[in-house]
């Protein structure tokens, strides 16, 4: 399978100068398998890309799956061009949702007086499909969802093909539980982590959802991925900021540790 990330920011997007290396848009990874299926991991505002980028290639299915419906990992559902195109069939998986569905608070924020067109309006052939946590198969691709440290209901995902393993945890406050996600991440060939804060940022924002890069190392000790890739970068930091950033977390950890960056592909 080959990973690429078409959005890699936390939060808020960030277009501009600062972010120019890493890029500015939120979560959005494209994993395409073996057998061709195409798998999308979050709908931030890259999955706009990744919606242009399929024009000419018009996909009959796309799973999407959702960690959590937090707006930087949903806001950019209205502009992914597959969802109006009646011969596409797309599965939106995602959290059990408490006191809703998932379907329901899909359809809510992608319809009027959040956006323009009624959501029952949209030109794909849309389903839905809430997750716990359980594992599942998509022809040859094996998925493994579990519930992660952040506010609200928010999953992390192992997917697994043949004998390769990609970990996808975008959003998790390692500070408040350690050992949150551990069994996902267990050495998987390519890890996406939250890797938000600095230590001095986490201090004023304990509880907030994500990991301080002080808190990293000892899980990836635990956890002994091949290659940790560095994500939800968070807007106010710009490229130079997440460099210094990954640095340390090198010092720290004496590991194979990257930077998420937009357009990055990972093949497994």
Same mark, same amino acid.
């Given at each position: 399978m080959r990973?690429t ?19 500015g848009?939120?979560?959005s990874v !494209? ?8 798998v999308?991991?979050?709908?931030g ?11 000419? !290639? ?5 799973d999407?799956?959702l ?14 061009a ?11 998986w ?10 329901d608070?899909v359809a ?7 956006f ?8 794909s052939?849309i ?10 198969q ?9 519930? &992660? ?10 997917l697994? !093909?043949? $004998?390769?393993?990609?970990?996808f945890?975008?959003?998790?406050e390692?500070?408040?539980e ?6 996902l991440? !267990? ?27 002080e $808190?990293l ?11 940790? &890739?560095?994500?939800?970068? $968070?807007?106010?930091h710009?490229?130079? &900021?997440?460099e210094?950033?990954?640095?340390? &977390? ?5 590991r ?10 990972? $093949?497994?």
């Open positions: 990973a990330i078409w959005g890699c920011r936390g939060s808020l997007a960030t277009p501009g100068e600062p972010t120019i290396r890493y890029g848009n939120t979560t !494209e994993v395409r398998t073996a057998s061709g299926r195409i999308v991991l979050d709908a505002t890259g999955i706009r890309l990744l919606g242009l980028a399929l024009r000419d !290639e018009r996909p009959s299915r796309i999407l799956i960690t959590h419906l937090h707006l930087d990992h949903v806001e950019g559902l209205g502009f992914f597959p969802l109006f195109d009646p011969e596409c069939a797309i599965t939106i995602g959290p059990h949702q408490n006191g809703s569905s998932l379907r608070r809510a924020y992608l319809s009027p007086p959040l323009p067109l009624p959501f029952a309006e949209f030109g052939r389903e839905f499909r809430e997750l716990g946590a359980e594992s599942w998509l022809d040859g691709l094996n998925l493994t969802a579990a519930p &992660v440290k952040h506010p609200g209901s928010t999953l992390g995902y192992r697994k !093909e043949d $004998d390769r393993v990609f970990a945890i975008p959003d998790n390692l500070g408040l350690p050992e949150s996600g551990l069994a991440a !267990e050495r998987a060939d390519v890890l996406f982590h939250d890797a938000q804060y600095t230590p001095e940022e986490y201090r004023k924002r304990h509880g907030w959802g994500h990991t301080s890069i $808190d190392p000892r899980f990836l000790t635990a956890a002994d991925p091949a290659l940790t &890739v560095m994500f939800h970068h $968070d807007p106010t710009a490229d130079a &900021v997440l210094e950033m990954h640095e340390r &977390v090198r010092e720290l950890t004496g194979k540790i990257e930077l998420a960056a937009e357009r990055s592909s990972y $093949d497994l």
